[in-house]
Each structure stands twice: as C-alpha cells, then as structure tokens.
C-alpha cells in the first residue's frame, strides 16, 4: 500500500523568502504524484501533479516541485514567498491497477508567512 | 464547469439525530470520494465509488455511517445516529479515469458540528 510523509508539521518563513516543503512516498511502482492546499475554511485546490516525463513541474501560483525517485521524494518549492501563501499544504500519491482513483494524503505541512 | 457542490455548508445538530450529507460532483466525472478532515486524524479518505458503485468502503468509521450513489449526478453520507465526535469537515472529490492522472476536484466541505 502507498503512503506518503510529510516530515514538517509547521513552517514559518519570512514574505519574500525561499520556501522547501519535504514529502516522501512509499509506493512500489511509478507514482502519481501531487500537491494540493487549502485556505482556511477552502477545500483543497491542486497546485502540481507529475505522473511522468520531465521530473520538475510547474504548477500554479509560481510553485514547482521535483520527482527524485532515488530519494522517493517529491519536494514543494517556490522562490519567494507571498503573504497569501499562507495556507495548509498536502502531498498525495496515487496509485494504478485496481486502487485507480484512490489518493493517499499525508499530514499536512501549515505554512506561516511573516511580513 | 461549476466544480463540486456540496451541501449544505454548514450543519449543527444534536447527538442522536440523523445527518445527510450531499454532493454532486463533476458532470463526466465516474470516480467520487468521501473524505472527513479533523484536526487529530487529518484527511481520511471514507469511501468511493467507481460509476455509482461502491469500491472501497474501509474507511468509514463504522455502521453509524452509510454512502449512496443513485447516479452519476449525486451521492449522500448519511450518519444515524449522529455523535459529537462525528464533528469535522466532510469533504467530496471527483476525478474522471480518462484524465491522464487521477487528479480530485474537491468541493468547498461541509462543516459538521454535532453538539
């Protein structure tokens, strides 16, 4: 069965500063992969997905993320950070066969934004 | 497209009173999901249903808590009798199998308070 980790619960960063969040997969073949936050009060928009082909993708909002599959990670970056990001953001992986469909969610990392 | 709806938005109710919750997904969506939010278990994913027919109920708590799919267009989670700890946010999800990756759509949830 797929799982999926996302090792920080809280991160604060100051606006305009380099934002990392950290999630890795366990899952025994090519994942789908993606990000997914939510406002206060919203339900979950998605950011990025990869499921294949160039390892770094692009999403929404300026976000990009990156595959490394020798570290079963699937890391969220953006290289400067707003206000407005200030969000709950998840990681879910994705599965083929017959769990098609299904998304496993980790924890959630809660992003605080300082001016 | 006008997304997922759910409905209502918001619910309070007394414990032992029956609850239904509603949600139409996607038009042309075949996959559609159940998720409850809480700040202790996260997101939990309930049931889902593959074109109206359920195909993985292991997530739902237990007999208090029942999922229907009359059609493409609509499914209820019913809870009888509700409790207080069936307080969360439930959310709904649809995604469509020919799409290239199993990305979800959610809806905006419905906020579940049980006193």
């Known amino acids: 069965a797929q799982s999926v980790t996302q090792p920080d619960i809280h991160i604060t960063v100051s606006e305009g500063a380099s934002l990392e969040l950290r999630c890795n997969y366990s899952y025994g073949a090519t994942p789908y992969l993606f990000w997914y936050v939510q406002s206060p009060g919203q339900g979950l928009q998605l950011l990025l997905k990869y499921f294949s082909g160039d390892t770094l993708v692009q999403g929404i909002k300026g976000f990009e993320a990156e595959f490394k599959r020798s570290q079963s990670s699937f890391n969220l970056r953006k290289p400067s950070v707003h206000w407005s990001d200030a969000a709950e953001y998840f990681c879910?992986?994705?599965?083929?066969?017959?769990?098609?469909?299904?998304?496993?969610f980790g924890q959630g990392t809660i992003l605080t934004v300082h001016p | 497209d006008a997304g997922v709806i759910q409905s209502p938005r918001h619910e309070v109710t007394e414990m032992g009173q029956e609850v239904t919750l509603r949600c139409k997904p996607i038009s042309g969506h075949d996959y559609l999901f159940w998720y409850r939010q809480t700040m202790m278990r996260g997101l939990e994913l309930l049931i889902y249903f593959n074109n109206n027919v359920p195909i993985d109920d292991s997530g739902m708590p237990e007999d208090r808590f029942s999922a229907k799919m009359p059609n493409a267009s609509f499914s209820t989670l019913k809870i009888q009798p509700s409790e207080p700890r069936d307080s969360a946010v439930y959310f709904c999800?649809?995604?469509?199998?020919?799409?290239?990756?199993?990305?979800?759509?959610f809806g905006p949830g419905t906020r579940l308070t049980v006193l």
């Open positions: 999800a649809s995604t469509n199998s020919l799409a290239s990756a199993n990305e979800q759509f």
């Open positions: 879910a992986v994705g599965a083929g066969g017959t769990s098609y469909g299904k998304l496993t």
